[in-house]
T-cell receptor
């Protein structure tokens, strides 16, 4: 099993550009989530999903959209990039629907917005 | 007040030392507790869950104190390979289906 995969690993955007961060898992997990990690802030939840077609907002959802058309994929879209979105983005998945079990993380995407 | 608070460190200890980290959480309704380990520029990985009765895994011991709302991680006989950031993770019980991560405590084990 590949586990949780994320692409790209690195990305540089200009302010106002849009892009999609890809996330896929092959463990048949229902629960998937996106976090951002900034220095001194810990991981903060952006959006999460408890199954195909079901998504909900986390702690810091503004400026981001998600969709979940399949169990495997959970892409994160930046609508109009801003320097404040410079961060490391982690996708995670877990068994069950409650999102409180062991989280399996992808390797992360390092995003810089100029 | 942050929902989950940790001392950022760094904790610099010699090989073989015993080191302990604490983490406090704000919501008394919190139900699930974990310690994750994150190596530099890598993703977090589960180190151990924290149960009400405490639990031990080799050199690592985790304990929960509900009355004072903190969890602890004790590492005995520190190895160079233990150098990492240790994240305290809590389900804070607000109904949101997610975990809340502390900002981490950095440990540097020195030869």
């Amino acid at each position: 099993n590949a586990g949780v995969t994320q692409t790209p690993k690195f990305q540089v955007l200009k302010t106002g550009q849009s892009m999609t961060l890809q996330c896929a898992q092959d463990m048949n997990h229902e629960y998937m989530s996106w976090y951002r990690q900034d220095p001194g802030m810990g991981l903060r939840l952006i959006h999460y999903s408890v199954g195909a077609g079901i998504t909900d907002q986390g702690e810091v959802p503004n400026g981001y959209n998600v969709s979940r058309s399949t169990t495997e994929d959970f892409p994160l879209r930046l609508l109009s990039a801003a320097p404040s979105q410079t961060s490391v983005y982690f996708c995670a998945s877990s068994f069950g629907l409650a999102g409180v079990g062991e989280q399996f993380f992808g390797p992360g995407t390092r995003l810089t917005v100029l | 007040r942050k929902e989950v608070e940790q001392d950022p460190g760094p904790f610099n200890v010699p090989e073989g030392a015993t080191v302990a980290f604490n983490c406090t959480y704000s919501n008394s309704a919190s139900q699930s507790f974990f310690w994750y380990r994150q190596d530099c520029r890598k993703e977090p990985k589960l180190l151990m869950s924290v149960y009400s009765s405490g639990n031990e895994d080799g050199r690592f011991t985790a304990q929960l104190n509900r009355a004072s709302q903190y969890i602890s991680l004790l590492i005995r006989d520190s190895k160079l390979s233990d150098s990492a950031t240790y994240l305290c993770v809590v389900n804070i019980g607000t109904g949101r289906r997610a975990l809340t991560f502390g900002s981490g405590t950095r440990l540097q084990v020195q030869p």
